[in-house]
């Protein structure tokens, strides 16, 4: 499901901005961006992102501001004397050589220093903010949670409406299917073993009966109104059904003995594959 949220939390100086984005993924994939001063919390973090949403890939970058490192800085007097004595005998060995200026001196590597946020401050801000930020796209992914599950709903009921019909239909298609066969076997111009020719129609038309198919539709219909009114994640388990209803349209299609039941099963299929394309964003 897609979402974008922002979540900042200001303690004193120190500023933590978190932005998450989210898009469709059949798991869930989640990517940092922070820097290396939070990279022992990663763990800590992708624990609470797992804890809140169970597919979508989440990419979240973290920026830390802190006005106080920006101005206070110190000079390593440690490296400063082992500077120092180095260019003594640097200017012993070479009594020619130019001395370097004071700004030269500043852009030695480790000489000037500034200080870094305090850890414990800079990490009870970043998992104030990631709260703010998850609260904020999780709201976002239930606004759009509420819209596909009222489609799919839709579309569940268009598929129990034709299941109505077909179902008030069955008995004069299989007394049709039946006629039909005593015609072919008339127009042979055949004798038949009264008995035996009644056990072969009856064994034709259970063939061609379709009663079970048709109550296993409905009752995974159901099955997915009841895994969208709950409130646990559900997109796997309508993969799952979106599969089992397939597989019974395939069979109502196969058993087909009239066109109006061909028409049907080619109507589920289609209904079958909208709610699929649309259970992928589904958590």
């Not at 797992?50 to 920006?70: L, M, P």
């Not at 992914?141 to 596909?148: P, Q, S, T």
């Not at 298609?173 to 042979?188: E, G, N, P, S």
Request: hydrophobic share 40%.
């Amino acid at each position: 499901m897609t979402g974008f949220a922002r979540g900042s939390v200001t303690t004193g100086d120190l500023t933590v901005t978190l932005e998450c984005r989210s898009v469709n993924n059949r798991y869930l994939d989640v990517h940092f961006r922070m820097p290396d001063t939070l990279r022992e919390m990663e763990t800590v973090l992708r624990d609470r992102v797992s804890k809140q949403f169970a597919r979508g890939k989440i990419e979240i970058s973290i920026r830390v501001s802190d006005r106080a490192s920006e101005t206070a800085a110190s000079i390593d007097e440690t490296r400063l004397e082992t500077l120092k004595t180095t260019l003594s005998h640097i200017a012993e060995a070479f009594p020619m050589a130019t001395a370097p200026d004071r700004l030269s001196l500043l852009l030695a590597p480790g000489l000037l220093t500034e200080q870094g946020p305090n850890i414990q401050t800079l990490q009870a801000a970043t998992q104030q903010a990631l709260k703010e930020c998850l609260a904020g796209l999780k709201a976002q992914r239930e606004g759009e949670g509420v819209k596909l599950a009222a489609m799919i709903s839709q579309r569940c009921d268009a598929m129990r409406e034709q299941l109505g019909d077909l179902r008030a239909q069955l008995p004069a298609l299989q007394q049709a299917h039946q006629q039909k066969l005593l015609a072919r076997l008339d127009a042979l111009d055949i004798e038949a073993q009264g008995s035996r020719l009644e056990e072969e129609i009856v064994y034709i038309l259970q063939r061609a009966d379709v009663e079970e198919e048709m109550d296993r539709l409905g009752a995974h219909l159901e099955a997915i109104e009841s895994a969208l009114q709950g409130s646990a994640p559900c997109g796997r388990r309508l993969d799952f059904l979106m599969q089992e209803l397939n597989r019974e349209a395939n069979t109502l299609g196969s058993k087909s003995t009239a066109l109006s039941t061909t028409n049907t099963s080619v109507e589920f299929k289609v209904l079958i594959e909208q709610m699929r394309e649309q259970i992928q964003n589904i958590e």
